[in-house]
């Protein structure tokens, strides 16, 4: 069956970095399009960025320049590169495969 398992979240100060990590297993991890996705307490579940089979990239203007998805088709590892955090950017991240499957999210807390 279809597995994604985020890891990587934590407590980081403005400023800082993070890089998530989406480990996928049970479907051809090569041929899929992924996105990476927050929500923040009493908000919507929105994009942050995405990438398509071919490496495509597309992001949030929230997140332009400061996040960085990237994919490892021989280690079926999908990331994510946070840098220059903002209190604005606590959340819990989730990874998506293609328009169902979900992980079960990691949080990031930006925080003094």
């Known amino acids: 069956q279809v597995q994604l398992v985020e890891s990587g979240g934590g407590l980081v100060q403005p400023g800082g970095s993070l890089r998530l990590s989406c480990s996928g297993s049970?479907?051809?991890?090569?041929?899929?399009?992924f996105g990476w996705y927050r929500q923040a307490p009493g908000n919507q579940r929105e994009l942050v960025a995405s990438?398509?089979?071919?490496?495509?990239?597309d992001y949030a203007d929230a997140v332009k320049g400061r996040f960085t998805i990237s994919r490892d088709n021989p280690k079926s590892i999908l990331s994510l590169q946070m840098n220059n955090l903002k209190p604005e950017d606590t959340a819990v991240y989730y990874c998506?495969?293609?328009?169902?499957?979900w992980g079960q999210g990691t949080q990031v807390t930006v925080s003094s």
């Open positions: 998506k495969l293609g328009k169902k499957y």
């Open positions: 049970g479907f051809s991890f090569r041929y899929s399009d």
């Open positions: 990438i398509t089979s071919e490496g495509r990239t």
